[in-house]
């Protein structure tokens, strides 16, 4: 019993299975970061059956056609603000059992699936931020020559920050783009440098096709006027940059396990503000919780 126990102890710690303890003070450090880990599983597996016992999960938002935004009938009805409490359909995508991220704790002593992991929790924080932020107002429409330019301009640079980062994404997601001045010019308008003035002053602003295409913008069925409703359109954008980074950087995960794709933009609810805001509520629900989890064990394990 004993002597055969001590016998597959020091061949497991032979195999580097086991770490070889030297002293006391070893084990109960060990002892320690055992019980630490084991709470993080515990925390990681109670995330997992939460998702996944709200499986049919629903968006809380009324499709644009229903509240009628934009048009004449959105302010007598809601005002141009969308109503979080009217659920939609029931989300397709099914919320999966988590076992994936049980399974991604074997790259333990990755840095790269560490990095990997920790770029698609910050994003999956950062787009739920912006979805939660982009709902509590009036309705923005953007045309979509914008948001393909919100998503080229921004998408890898956001996504290649993430995986590098060891702390937060940059506080601004759009990039360094024409549009993404432009609408930083007009949200923040105390921001505004000397040079940045200067510049502005030489050029004469933006170019003839984007100014159009900003003035194709809508805020509650007007065009937008302020810096608050300007600003309120530079987090649609965002969202909008946040989700082409968050889908780069799930798929980059593929390298180290087989997670299950992320919503497509047309399986997911219709929503007032848009597909980015659509999946940052799915994101909010099925993943946020458990990828945290997941990274807190893996940086433990």
């Known amino acids: 019993g004993r002597l055969r126990e001590v016998a597959e102890t020091e061949a497991a710690v032979s195999r580097g299975e086991l770490p070889r303890l030297r002293s006391a003070p070893d084990a109960t450090a060990l002892e320690?970061?055992?019980?630490?880990?084991?709470?993080?599983?515990?925390r990681l597996e109670a995330r997992c059956a939460t998702a996944a016992a709200g499986s049919h999960f629903t968006t809380d938002a009324a499709?644009?056609?229903?509240?009628?935004?934009?048009?004449?009938?959105?302010k007598k009805k809601h005002k141009g603000i969308s109503r979080g409490a009217q659920q939609q359909?029931?989300?397709?995508?099914?919320?999966?059992?988590?076992?994936?991220?049980?399974?991604?704790?074997r790259h333990a002593d990755s840095a790269a699936a560490r990095r990997t992991l920790g770029g698609a929790a910050l994003l999956c924080s950062r787009l739920s931020e912006l979805a939660s932020a982009?709902?509590?107002?009036?309705?923005?429409?953007?045309?979509?020559?914008?948001?393909?330019l919100a998503d080229e301009d921004a998408g890898a640079a956001a996504a290649a920050a993430a995986q590098a980062a060891q702390g937060d994404l940059p506080e601004d997601l759009?990039?360094?783009?024409?549009?993404?001045?432009?609408?930083?010019?007009?949200a923040h308008p105390d921001?505004?440098?000397?040079?940045?003035?200067?510049?502005r002053s030489t050029t004469g602003g933006p170019s003839q096709t984007l100014s159009a295409e900003l003035r194709s913008v809508r805020i509650g069925g007007r065009e937008p006027a302020t810096e608050r409703e300007w600003g309120r359109v530079k987090t649609r954008l965002e969202a909008h940059a946040a989700e082409a980074a968050l889908r780069a950087q799930w798929t980059a995960l593929g390298a180290f396990v087989a997670a299950p794709p992320l919503p497509a933009s047309d399986a997911?609810?219709?929503h007032?503000?848009?597909?980015?805001?659509?999946?940052?509520?799915?994101?909010?629900?099925?993943?946020?919780?458990?990828?945290?989890?997941?990274?807190?064990?893996?940086r433990l394990a």
């Open 191 to 199: 921001q505004r440098s000397v040079f940045a003035r200067l510049k």
């Open 63 to 74: 499709s644009a056609s229903a509240s009628g935004a934009g048009g004449g009938g959105a």
């Open 32 to 42: 320690a970061r055992m019980e630490t880990l084991l709470a993080a599983l515990r």
């Open 272 to 298: 007032d503000h848009g597909h980015a805001v659509a999946l940052g509520a799915w994101v909010r629900h099925a993943h946020q919780p458990r990828v945290s989890a997941a990274l807190e064990a893996l």
């Open 134 to 148: 982009a709902e509590t107002g009036e309705v923005v429409q953007l045309p979509p020559v914008l948001l393909r």
């Open 89 to 105: 359909q029931a989300q397709p995508a099914h919320v999966d059992n988590g076992q994936w991220l049980f399974a991604l704790l």
């Open 174 to 186: 759009l990039g360094d783009g024409e549009l993404a001045a432009e609408v930083r010019w007009r």
């Open 268 to 270: 997911l609810p219709a």
